[in-house]
């Protein structure tokens, strides 16, 4: 099994609709989480972090099921600035501070 | 205010012609990573360090190395580029205040040099 397993999308979604993506991962451990925002030949950039059963800013709410080791983010109310790779990212082990990103899931809402 | 800084932004060079990419950064961050990413690819970790200590990825070629001469800055050099080279790397810090624990790290990228290889 994958550590961290994306939808692969592409998600084209319209204007003002809601969107959901998923993310598992593979260490039990694991305590901390991120979904990271990407644009095309850009940096990642740090969206949210999911450190309880989820977070909430704004448009975008993320959660977390330890149980499924599953994390999901939405986003409603989609803009077009909305367009970009979000990459769901998990720590590499039990106490590490190093990561492992996720493919990530690519997203284009259209007008 | 750019905090995590990489030069050149693009860097094009010749195949086997090697090539010296950098990273500043203003966080006093402990730790910094070299991740190389390809077009439609998570960001793939090459090695880190740890304070001054080095950290090698397994798979990580050896036509890869890093230097790390203070706390500030972080350099990534190619040996001999070879054409599977040519992707984005990027540099990224992150603070770990809590050694062994779960420390809550974010880490935070610069913008990325695009290699390109001829």
């Known amino acids: 099994r994958k550590e961290v397993e994306q939808d692969p999308g592409p998600f084209n979604v319209p204007e003002g609709a809601t969107v959901a993506f998923n993310c598992t991962y593979s260490?039990?451990?694991?305590?901390?989480f991120f979904w990271y925002r990407q644009d095309c030949r850009k940096e990642p950039k740090l969206l949210m972090s999911?450190?309880?059963s989820g977070n909430e800013d704004g448009r975008f709410t993320a959660q977390l099921n330890r149980a499924s080791q599953y994390i999901s983010l939405l986003i409603r109310d989609s803009k077009l600035s909305d367009s970009a790779t979000y990459l769901c990212?998990?720590?590499?082990?039990?106490?590490?501070?190093?990561?492992?990103f996720g493919k990530g899931t690519k997203l284009s809402v259209i007008p | 205010d750019a905090m995590v800084i990489q030069n050149p932004r693009y860097q094009v060079t010749q195949f086997g012609k090697p090539v010296t990419l950098s990273c500043s950064q203003t966080?006093?961050?402990?730790?910094m990573y070299w991740y190389q990413q390809k077009s439609s690819q998570a960001p793939k970790l090459l090695f880190h360090?740890?304070?001054?200590?080095?950290?090698n990825e397994a798979d990580t070629p050896d036509n890869f190395q890093s230097r790390r001469p203070n706390t500030s800055f972080c350099f990534l050099d190619i040996r001999s580029p070879g054409l599977g080279d040519a992707a984005m790397y990027l540099c990224?810090?992150?603070?770990?205040?809590?050694?062994?624990?779960?420390?809550?790290?974010?880490?935070?990228f610069g913008a990325g040099t695009r290699l390109s290889v001829l």
């Open positions: 990224a810090t992150s603070r770990d205040p809590y050694p062994g624990g779960q420390a809550k790290n974010i880490q935070y």
């Open positions: 260490n039990s451990a694991s305590q901390s």
């Open positions: 999911v450190y309880s």
């Open positions: 990212v998990a720590p590499s082990g039990a106490g590490s501070y190093q990561l492992t």
């Open positions: 966080l006093n961050h402990n730790v």
């Open positions: 360090y740890y304070d001054k200590d080095f950290n």
